[in-house]
């Protein structure tokens, strides 16, 4: 049923590459290489710790729902 | 001032006679006093009613006692007016008894009656002093003793002399001061109660400094490693179900975030967007041409008009003109007499040169076309006033070309540094290169008028003598059409160049043929022996009438310009060989239509392969009524073209043959020559015989320009569009006199906007459509 989900994923057009991260920002499981892999968990993980806890200090019943980051080239979303 | 019991009259000269109250006559100051008889006053209200004077007063008059009512002259106005009534006998007895005795008491009544004591003039008499001369003796002042003179005099020359001032301190000299010292003076002291004082708090600051120590400088450095779990590990935590629930929670929105990313495009730049729609609806920004350079050359161009202008596909900034002999209309025809004062040229200019040209390119006869090589922009076909067709290479100036700006600064400097004038017009002599042609068509074959229109044909075929087209892999472009007024359209092969060698041995060879040292050897063997491919007649075959094509236009005429340096990269060596007919494909889905401009005004829609053969379709449509002076394509539609002639241009889609799509009207001065603009595809120029430019925008107004600008004050013979760059688009306008002026197409009228393509594609489709209902009406009101 994992696999169905992120196939499900995947299989959307326009999606690049898919990445599953645990909470200590390891990557488990991924369609990159592992360098480009390891390079976005270690940038994006931090980056979603601070936001979502930058949304809970706003509204401490508020939690982060999808982080999506647009860039001129790429659009990454994080959930 | 009221007083309850006087009411003040104004008594008229009129009603004065009556009561015999005149003032100054019976009345007087003195004698103000008046008793009327009630009886009479009575009478005067019932004759004069309202007018009367004691009008106001009647209810006092009727309720009065008494048989006589007093009236008192009031000379000065004290209760109102000039006259008052005293409305009760009392009051009445009051004022006739007491003014007479009470000058001394006051009245009741608070009546104040006025002394007026009789003028008595002053009298002399005797000073009496009263003991003020003394003072005024004592306040004088007198000279006690008598005054003493004194005269004071010194030589004349010690007056103005320098002084010098010198300093000397006072304690020194004995007795010069006397000083008055302060001393404590035992009478008196006075005891201080209360004292101001003021406190601040400042804190206590202290600097210190310390350095630490740096025993011995180390570089530390750290080197990691990124965590990593093990395959193992990551089965295991891909299989936990706390990921099969995070995932089956999260997937959903996953999945609309990637849906909205379908349904709208996301790197759409929203700002850019309103940007750009601003700038096209709002307000009326300036749309204009601004004038960016000019060319003039008054020793090649003198008296000589522009027949043919354009622009160096490759190197940023060159233009080439054509001259030609300015003849009027009927020397045109007759093309007799030539006179040759002037060598016909075709000149180079640059951007950064604006007073000498860079290049110059001899021609045999005047040119009244010409086209760079497409594929080859060092090769230049031109057409000649005689019917010839000339060629030049000019590779060996392409790197001056391209060096124009250094080139330019260089002769410059040198002109400053000469002195004599003289000696300058010889260097400007040796600086301008001329070209000479390479290859002229030869007389007998060639065109029997002048040649008015010369293309390349694009690269991707070649006709042979069969009719049947070929494709041309070497991607060179090797084959011209030219058409001409005297019915016929050629068409030319151009053999693929061969590059000159400076090798000695090779100089025997070409010693046979007499040449100039410097023009380069290519096409040696066509100079005067070029014979034309196919040559096409064009004619009804019925009535035997024939065209005289001013301008052709085939539908595969879109240039892509190569650089030069792809051409370098081939083989250098390459002999001169003839297309062979072997590996080559046929191509069978060319479109082979073309459209002809002719001299009497008609524009002839004709296939070649078909006039090869013998049979006719072709259609003719009579719309302009001079010769037709532009036919261009579309840069953006493929199958829409412009015409011009005369007084009106037309708009034609290949297909429809009802005619045109767009007609204008006869405009006022006569159109010379149109373009249609390279970057918007529903805009337009056309220049006219005046110098104007008109600026035809079909999306704004159909029916007339949209803008035109004045250029110059003679006839414009010849517009050129070109883009430089993504921020500069220019207009090349040459005139009759000789001059070129390149104009730089503002913002409005080279950036489409977003749908313009669209539209204007919408706006042909409609004007079609509305010519089929045209004709569908004409065919049933001609049924009935």
Redesign the interface.
Known sequence: ??ED??K??QA????IATM?I?D??????TTLDNSTT?QH??LLHPLTMNVRSAVRHLDPENDL??L?I?S?KH?I?V? | IGHPEFFPLVFTTKTQEIFNCRVDEDVTEENCFKLIRKDDIIQDLKARAAISDFHPVKNIVLEYQGEELLVVFDPKFQYGQNFYLVASEEAKENLLKPPETAEEKEAENQEETLEVCPYKPPVHKPWVSLGSEKEVEEESVKDGVTKIKYMFSRVRRKFGAPITFTDKNASEVKDSYIECTSYQDKAFSIKKLEKDMGVQMVPRVTEASTQTTWTYPKNAATQYF????SSEE?EE???SEK??DF??S??L???I??QQ??IMN??FDDWKALAEDESSSGGKPDVYLKAYQSFVDLRYLKDRTISCICWHPTIYGIIAVSARQRLSYEEQFNLSEKSLLQQPVILFWSFFDPLHPQLMLECPEDICCFQFSPSDPNIIAGGCINGQVVLWDISQHEEKLQNAETVADEVKMTTVNMVNVPTLNVLYNTELPLVRYCAVSSIESCHKKPVTDIHWLPDCFEDNQMGATFENRDEIRVQLVTCSPDCSILFWDVPVPKLPEPSSEKLENYALFDTAPDVPDTLKNLDLCWKPLIKIDLHESDTTKEYGPTRINLRELHYHYKTSEKLHTLSPQREVRTPSSKNRRVLENISTGFFVGTEDGEIVYSDWVIEIKGQNHTQKYTIHTETINTLQRSPFFEDIILSIGGRNFAIWKEGVTNGPILQSSCSAGRNTVGRWSLTRPGVFFIGRDDGNIDIWDLLKKTHKPSHFQHICKSTITSISPWISSTKQHFLAVSDDLGALHVLEICQMLSHPSRNEHASILDYFEREVNYLKYCEQEFQEFQAK
């Open positions: 049923k994992v989900i992120l499900r994923i959307h057009s326009g999606v599953v645990n200590e920002g390891v990557p488990i499981r390891v968990a270690g729902n999808l999506r647009r001129k659009e979303m959930a | 990124p965590r990593q779990l990551k935590s891909l299989s990921l099969k995932l089956t999260v997937h929105r996953m999945e975030a990637l990313n379908e996301a790197f």
